[in-house]
């Protein structure tokens, strides 16, 4: 820190708080405390019960849960692999201009909004021979094409720190460049991998505008799921569909950044 005096540290550790409570961490207490209760009565939500999580159990929000589970592996690893494809492809590129482009077509899903990433691929998947609408596989096309810009930037900025003396002194070994490549290159990158894959997932799991437009009945994500309880005035119920959506992710975030940190110590 470039504080040093102790009333200084202080000061700046108050103004941290006083701004991440209220902003960050507030917010999700409100969730957690309403998924809890019976009503609102005040500020805070009130009467303690667990009825909620109770119908989640017995209700569809199981399915939906998996579905959103399913649906964010997939376009997670799909991700993974176009996107790592992509960088290793624009590193080999000669011009800057290139590799610009390719970049740029990577980021332009995410540079518009995701709702009109879904009317284009509901428009563009309407037609024989390639027609996915009313079918899950393109809710999974849809989060693909919306996080693979993450994978792509992640793998493109380790590539980047990479030191390439590694693959000159494999090929100069008389190593083939498919051997460089799955025995050198990638083991390096597996840190950023995993941290690309877990980014990947954790935004397909709340993509919710594109996925809006898109889904069949019987692929019904969470996200959805608590978008359609809180707008039928199921405030609650949709607290607690939210509190598994949070707990989901990060609990499947925890398990890859062990895996990043193995990893890291290879």
């Known amino acids: 820190m470039l504080v040093h005096s102790r009333r200084a540290r202080w000061a700046v550790q108050a103004v941290f708080f006083a701004l991440f409570l209220p902003v960050f961490a507030l917010p999700f207490l409100v969730i957690v405390a309403a998924s809890f209760a019976t009503n609102w009565s005040g500020v805070l939500p009130s009467g303690a019960t667990t009825a909620h999580y109770r119908d989640l159990v017995h209700g569809d929000a199981t399915d939906a849960l998996v579905t959103s589970l399913v649906t964010a592996v997939a376009a997670g690893l799909l991700a ?19 590799r610009k482009a390719v970049d740029a077509l990577f980021m332009l899903p995410v540079a518009v909004p995701s709702v009109v990433v879904g009317l284009s691929l509901l428009v563009a998947f309407s037609r024989p021979p390639l027609l996915l609408n009313g079918t899950r596989e393109i809710v999974i096309v849809a989060h693909t094409v919306l996080v693979t810009a993450f ?16 693959e000159q002194l494999a090929a100069s070994l008389g190593a083939r460049p498919a051997h460089v490549l799955w025995r050198v290159k990638l ?23 594109a996925t809006m437009m898109l889904y069949p009945p019987d692929w019904l994500p969470l996200p959805v799921k608590i978008f359609g309880a809180t707008d039928r005035g199921a405030l609650f119920s949709g607290a607690a569909l939210a509190v598994v959506l949070m707990v989901t992710t990060l609990l499947a975030l925890l398990g890859v950044s062990r895996i990043r940190t193995r990893a890291s110590y290879r």
């Open 80 to 98: 993974l692999a176009l996107g790592t494809w992509a960088a290793l492809a624009a590193q080999s590129l000669r011009g800057r201009r290139s």
């Open 151 to 166: 994978a792509h930037q992640s793998v493109t900025a380790a590539l980047a720190r990479l030191d390439p003396a590694y």
């Open 187 to 209: 083991p390096l990158l597996l840190p950023s991998l995993t941290a690309a894959a877990g980014l990947c997932f954790a935004l397909s799991m709340g993509e919710l505008s």
